[in-house]
C-alpha cells in the first residue's frame, strides 16, 4: 500500500495533519501543496487504520468489513478505491 505509506509517513513528519470531524468524517491538511481534503467515515477509519499500524492491505480489507457489515470484495473495492483517489490526489 504505498500510498498509505506515503501518506502515514506524510502525517508522521508534520508535512500533512488530519483533523477527525464529530459525524466520523475527517479533513486531511497537506500543507506542502495547500490542499484540503475531506474525507468520509469510511475513508477517515481506513486511514486511521492505516496509520496505526495495519499495512496489510488483506487484513485492512478485513477491518473495513468488520466495521461496516459489508462482503469482504465491497471491503476490497472501496480501499482500492480509495487509494487510487489519493493517488491523484497527493501526486
Known amino acids: ?8 509517513d506524510k502525517l508522521e513528519k508534520g508535512e500533512m495533519a ?3 470531524l464529530a459525524d466520523g468524517s475527517a ?4 500543507q506542502e501543496a495547500g490542499q484540503v481534503i475531506t474525507l468520509n467515515e469510511t475513508a477517515a477509519f481506513i486511514l486511521q487504520t492505516a ?5 496489510d492491505s488483506a487484513e485492512l ?3 473495513v468489513q468488520a466495521r461496516y457489515g459489508i462482503p469482504l470484495q465491497q471491503a476490497q473495492d472501496d480501499l482500492a478505491d480509495l ?9
Open 61 to 63: 480489507g478485513k477491518q
Open 83 to 91: 487509494e487510487a483517489d489519493l493517488a491523484k490526489l497527493l501526486q
Open 51 to 55: 496509520t496505526s499500524g495495519v499495512k
Open 1 to 8: 500500500m504505498p500510498i498509505l505509506d506515503k501518506l502515514a
Open 18 to 20: 488530519i483533523s477527525l
Open 27 to 30: 479533513v486531511l491538511i497537506d
